[in-house]
Structures are given as structure tokens and as C-alpha cells.
């Protein structure tokens, strides 16, 4: 084989295994964000897996009561009128301290009271007969 052949050849494979690392790293990166949204995308909170506010407690963190309550992580920041960047990770009593020092538990009960207020009203059941 040539060196020209031998070159060509070899700049060819490399082309190739760019494109195939370019390729199965962007699908790599996309199955890591549905894993990250729960499968749900971005913007999209998942379905409630619980409805009882009262068993929210301080220890909590925002995002961990958005996703257990099916609700969007941005309007409970938004309803608690504090910044998400930065306090993502806090936990209630956390932020309470942060904003809220001369008002004890007003982050968990503003949390509690905006939940009730996004979800939609449970349509009345019938009695059974």
C-alpha cells in the first residue's frame, strides 16, 4: 500500500470514529437528561405519588416536594418568592432560616398551602347506594 493510500486510509478511520463517538455521545447525553427529568421532560412534573400535604416536613427540599406532589419546582420558588439558584438543595427549615428567621415554619406551611392551591379540585363522589 502506498503512504498516500496508507494516509488516506488512516484519516478515514479517524473521521469515522470522531463521527461514531459524536454520535453515540449525544445519545448517551440525551438518555442521561431522561433520566435526570424522570422521563418526564423539562417543565413537565411527574404524576403525584402522594396527596397528603401534612406528611411534608422540614428536612425537605423543594425539588424532592415538587416531584413527590406532581408539582412544578418553579412556582413553589416562585409562591415562596425566593430564588431556585442557590437554594435547590436547601432544605425547608434551611430557607425558612435564610428568609423567613422572625417567622418559624412559614416556608413549610406557604409550601403546604401552594400545593393545595395548584392542584385541581377532586371532583365529589357519589354516594355508594
Not at 2 to 27: D, N, Y
Request: glycine residues 8%; neutral net charge.
Amino acid at each position: 500500500m502506498s503512504p498516500v493510500k496508507q494516509r488516506l486510509a488512516i484519516t478515514a478511520l479517524i473521521v469515522l470514529g470522531v463521527l461514531a463517538v459524536g454520535f453515540f455521545g449525544l445519545r448517551a447525553v440525551r438518555a442521561a437528561r431522561h433520566i435526570r427529568d424522570g422521563g418526564y421532560g423539562p417543565g413537565k412534573p411527574p404524576p403525584a405519588s402522594e396527596t397528603d400535604v401534612e406528611l411534608i416536613r422540614d428536612w425537605m427540599t423543594i425539588p424532592y416536594i415538587a416531584r413527590t406532589y406532581g408539582v412544578p419546582d418553579r412556582m413553589l420558588f416562585k409562591e415562596l418568592r425566593i430564588p431556585d439558584e442557590g437554594d435547590r438543595e436547601k432544605s425547608l427549615k434551611e430557607l425558612n432560616d435564610a428568609y423567613f428567621p422572625e417567622q418559624a415554619g412559614f416556608v413549610l406551611e406557604e409550601v403546604k398551602k401552594a400545593i393545595n392551591d395548584h392542584r385541581p379540585p377532586t371532583p365529589p363522589t357519589a354516594p355508594a347506594p
